[in-house]
C-alpha cells in the first residue's frame, strides 16, 4: 500500500495467500481446481436466462460463444489461468480478497460488517455490565488459548461429501487480523511476530474513550476478578474525563476518505502511538450505554449492526478491528465483525464457545483478586486532531447517520413452522427457504434476480466461498407457476422438485470447487493481469446484471437464542439472513429507505405468505411424504459440528454479497471506487463479486 508509508507497517505484515503460512494439516488438502472453460460457460448462460429477455439472451449467448470458441480468447485465458494456479496455494484467493472487500470504497458499517446479537443478560446492578464483560473477555482468552496452540479440532464436510476434513486457516485469523484503509484499496495486516512479540492488550471503548487494558501480565493471564477491578477503573476514568472527540466514527465513513483521515492522524507522534495500539490489540470491548427499554429483536440488531449513530454508541467502535464485543449497561449484548479475515463460520463457533463458557460459570462467583495497586492502570489513549481530521470527522459523522437512518431493517420469528417441516417432506431446509426467498420477491416485482448465497470451499486450501445461484430457471418456473390461476397444485410440485434438484446442483457443484463465479472472476483478472482489452463477455450488461446481488442471502444456524443481521449489498436490494431452528425460523431483513423499489415490510408480509403458501401445498400433494429425494444430506458449509445437513450451511456466511455492486449502482454513482476494474458484487461471503 504505497500510499500509506507510516511505522505502523513496520509492526504489521500484509495478509496475502502467499503470506499465510498454512499449518500442516492445511497443506494436506487438495488445491482448489480450475473448472472446465466449457462448463463454466454453460452455467453461466443458465445464470443469465432467467433474468435477461430473449433479445438480449440471444446476445449473451453469441458473445459467450464467441469467448468459448476453440483457440479462441477463452481459451487462451483458461490455459493461462491453468499455468497461473500452479503458483499459488490458491489461485482465487487474493482477486476474490480484493474483489468481495478491499477495493470496496463504501463504509463497512452496514454495508459490509455483519452485526451478531447474543441473548440479552439480565443485570440488575451497574456493576453487573461489568462482571459480564470481565467473563466475556476471560472466555475469549480460553478460546484464544486453543487458536493459538492451533489445536481446534479439525472440521470434517458432511452429508454427501462427509468426511473429508475442512481448511481450518480462518479461525485462526480472529484475533490476528486488522484492515488497514487505502485510498484505492484496503490492506488486510496481521501483527509480524519476527518483529514484536503477540499482543498481550485489548482495546476498552467507554463514552467513546479508549483505553489499554493488559489482560496478560509477566506472563500470566489476568483473572476474571482483576479484569473486573481493571473495567472499573475504565468506567470511573471515562466518566469523570474531559469530553473526548469522537474519533472511532472515522472509521465508519468512506474507505477513501477514513484513509486520507489516517494519513492526516499518523503525522503526530501521539496519534501514531494510539493507532498502533489499537491496530495491534486482540479484540475490542465496547461498554455501551442503553438505547431504549423496550429490548425487542429489532433494537437490539440495529444497537449490534451499527450503534444507532453518531449521537449514540457509533462512536464507542472502532470498525477495522475484526472483532468488536459489545456489551450495553441494560443487557444488551453481541458483536460487530470485520468480514474479510473470516466467514460466519469461524465466528459462530467462537460465539457458542464463549456462550456455553458464560453460562458455564454463570453461578460461581469471582475468586479474590489481587490488590489492585499491583496491577498497572489502564492507559487512555490520547489524539491530537488538526483542523483536517476535524473535518473528515464531520464528513463521517453526517455520512453513517444518513446510512443509519436511511436503513429498513425488519425482523420476523416465523412460528408456523420450522427446519422440521421441510425435512418431514424430504426436501432440504435451506433449499426451501431459498425458494421462498425466490417467490417472495416474485410476488412483489414479477421477475427474478441475480441472488447470493455462499457456499464454503473449505475442502481446499485457504478455500474461502463460491456463490450458489438460487435464481435459476427451474426456480423461475416454478414461482410463474404458484402465481398462476391455471396450473394445477400436482404441476407446481412438479416444478418444486426440480427447483430444488437445481438448487441442490448449484450447491454441490460449488463445494467441489466447481462454482461459476470464481472462475469467471479468475478469467477476468487474468485478462487484466496480461494487459489485453477486456473480452466482450465481461463488458456486456448480462454480466454487471449477473453480478449485482438484488438478493443477497444468508443462512446462519445457531443453537441459542443468538441471531446475525446485515444490510443490503446494492441500493434496490435487500439483504437476508435467516436462522432455521426446528420450529420457527428467525429471519432479519433489510433494505433502503430511499428506494422506491423495495420495502421491508412488505417484503415480510409476502415472505410470511409465501411460507404460508409452500406448506400448504406440500400438506395438500405430499401426504404422506414423498421420498423424491433426500436433500438433506448438502452441507453447503461443510461444517461437522451441526448435525442437520445443509443446516451446516450456518457457519457460511454468505458475506453478503457485494460492496461493489452497490458501487456500481447508477443511483449511488457518487460512491463508486476509484479502480473501476470490476464489477461485481455482494459483500458479505460472497462469491464472485462478492453479508
Keep these: 500500500m504505497s500510499q500509506m508509508p507510516d511505522v505502523n507497517m513496520t509492526r504489521l505484515k500484509r495478509q496475502g495467500s502467499e503470506d499465510i503460512v498454512p499449518c500442516p494439516t492445511t497443506k494436506a488438502l487438495p488445491k482448489l481446481p480450475v473448472p472446465t472453460l466449457q462448463q463454466t460457460l454453460e452455467g453461466y448462460l443458465k445464470v443469465v436466462r432467467p433474468l435477461v429477455s430473449d433479445d438480449k439472451y440471444e446476445e449473451t449467448k453469441r458473445k459467450v460463444e464467441e469467448f468459448g470458441k476453440p483457440g479462441g480468447v477463452g481459451d487462451m485465458l483458461q490455459e ?24 470496496a470504497r463504501l463504509p463497512l458499517v452496514i454495508n459490509s460488517s455483519p452485526g451478531m446479537v447474543f441473548p440479552k443478560q439480565n443485570f440488575t446492578e451497574p456493576s453487573d455490565q461489568l462482571r459480564f464483560a470481565a467473563r466475556l473477555i476471560s472466555g475469549i482468552m480460553d478460546y484464544k488459548v486453543i487458536l493459538d496452540a492451533r489445536a481446534l479440532p479439525i472440521d470434517y464436510a458432511r452429508g454427501q461429501l462427509a468426511g473429508q476434513p475442512l481448511c481450518m486457516e480462518q479461525y485462526y485469523r480472529l484475533f490476528s487480523s486488522y484492515r488497514v484503509p487505502g485510498l484505492t484499496k484496503d490492506m488486510l495486516v496481521s501483527p509480524d511476530s519476527s518483529v514484536m512479540p503477540e499482543p498481550e492488550h485489548i482495546i476498552v471503548v467507554c463514552k467513546n474513550q479508549f483505553f489499554v487494558l493488559d489482560v496478560i501480565i509477566n506472563f500470566k493471564r489476568l483473572s476474571e476478578a482483576d479484569l473486573f477491578n481493571q473495567l472499573k477503573r475504565i468506567m ?20 477513501t476518505e477514513w484513509a486520507k483521515a489516517r494519513i492526516k492522524l499518523m503525522e503526530d507522534s501521539t496519534n501514531r502511538d494510539s493507532l498502533d495500539m489499537i491496530e495491534r490489540c486482540i479484540f475490542v470491548l465496547c461498554l455501551d450505554e442503553g438505547v431504549c427499554c423496550d429490548k425487542t429483536d429489532l433494537t437490539l440488531a440495529c444497537q449490534m449492526l451499527h450503534g444507532n449513530g453518531s449521537h449514540s454508541n457509533t462512536p464507542n467502535r472502532w470498525f477495522d478491528k475484526t472483532m468488536q464485543f459489545i456489551v450495553a449497561d441494560d443487557g444488551a449484548c453481541g458483536l460487530v465483525y470485520e468480514h474479510s479475515p473470516s466467514e460466519g463460520v469461524a465466528v459462530v463457533q467462537l460465539v457458542e464457545h464463549l456462550l456455553n463458557y458464560i453460562q458455564k460459570y454463570q453461578s460461581k462467583k469471582m475468586l479474590r483478586a489481587q490488590s489492585i495497586c499491583e496491577l498497572p492502570f489502564p492507559r487512555r489513549l490520547r489524539w491530537k486532531l488538526s483542523p483536517e481530521v476535524f473535518e473528515y470527522l464531520k464528513m463521517s459523522r453526517e455520512s453513517v447517520d444518513r446510512s443509519i437512518a ?3 431493517l425488519h425482523i420476523m420469528r416465523y412460528t408456523r413452522f420450522g427446519k422440521s417441516f421441510p ?4 426436501m432440504s431446509p435451506d433449499g426451501f427457504v431459498q425458494l421462498a426467498l425466490q417467490l417472495t420477491y416474485f410476488k412483489l416485482h414479477r421477475r427474478l434476480v441475480s441472488t447470493y448465497e ?15 445461484r438460487a435464481a435459476s430457471i427451474e426456480a423461475d418456473n416454478w414461482v410463474r407457476a404458484m402465481c398462476s390461476d391455471t ?15 437445481a438448487q441442490r446442483n448449484f450447491t454441490l457443484q460449488a463445494l467441489k470447487g466447481q462454482g461459476i463465479d470464481c472462475h469467471l472472476l479468475g478469467l477476468k483478472e487474468m485478462a487484466a493481469m496480461i494487459d489485453m482489452p477486456m473480452p466482450d463477455i465481461f463488458t456486456d450488461d448480462s454480466f454487471d446484471l449477473t453480478n449485482k446481488f438484488v438478493l443477497s442471502t444468508s443462512q446462519v444456524p445457531t443453537t441459542m437464542d443468538a441471531f446475525m443481521c446485515y444490510g443490503p449489498v446494492v441500493n434496490n436490494g435487500y439483504g437476508a439472513c435467516y436462522n432455521p431452528h426446528d420450529d420457527y425460523i428467525l429471519f432479519c431483513l433489510s433494505s433502503f429507505k430511499d428506494c422506491g423499489d423495495s420495502d421491508s415490510e412488505r417484503f415480510t408480509s409476502a415472505l410470511r405468505q409465501a411460507l404460508d403458501d409452500m406448506q ?27 448435525a442437520n445437513g445443509i443446516d451446516g450451511h450456518q457457519l457460511g456466511l454468505p458475506m453478503f454479497p457485494c460492496v461493489m455492486a452497490r458501487e456500481n449502482d447508477p443511483i449511488r454513482k457518487q460512491n463508486s471506487r476509484d479502480d473501476d476494474d470490476s464489477t461485481r458484487g455482494p459483500i458479505a461471503d460472497g462469491a464472485m463479486a462478492q453479508t
Aim: aromatic share 8%; glycine share 4%.
Design 454 to 468: 455462499s457456499a464454503s470451499t473449505r475442502r481446499f486450501q485457504l478455500g474461502r466461498v463460491d456463490n450458489i
Design 80 to 103: 493461462k489461468l491453468l499455468e497461473y494456479s500452479q503458483t499459488k496455494v490458491n489461485w482465487v484467493y487474493d482477486w476474490w480478497m480484493d474483489d468481495m472487500y478491499l477495493t
Design 236 to 255: 470511573q476514568t471515562a466518566t469523570a474525563g474531559d469530553r473526548c472527540e469522537p474519533v472511532g466514527l472515522l472509521t465508519a465513513g468512506d474507505r
Design 616 to 642: 400448504h401445498l406440500c400438506l395438500k400433494v405430499n401426504h404422506p411424504p414423498s421420498p423424491v429425494m433426500d436433500l438433506r444430506k448438502v452441507d453447503i458449509n461443510g461444517d461437522s459440528k451441526m
Design 406 to 408: 436511511n436503513m429498513d
Design 423 to 426: 425435512k418431514s417432506q424430504n
Design 487 to 501: 396450473v394445477e397444485d400436482y404441476d407446481r410440485m412438479e416444478l418444486f422438485k426440480k427447483a430444488l434438484k
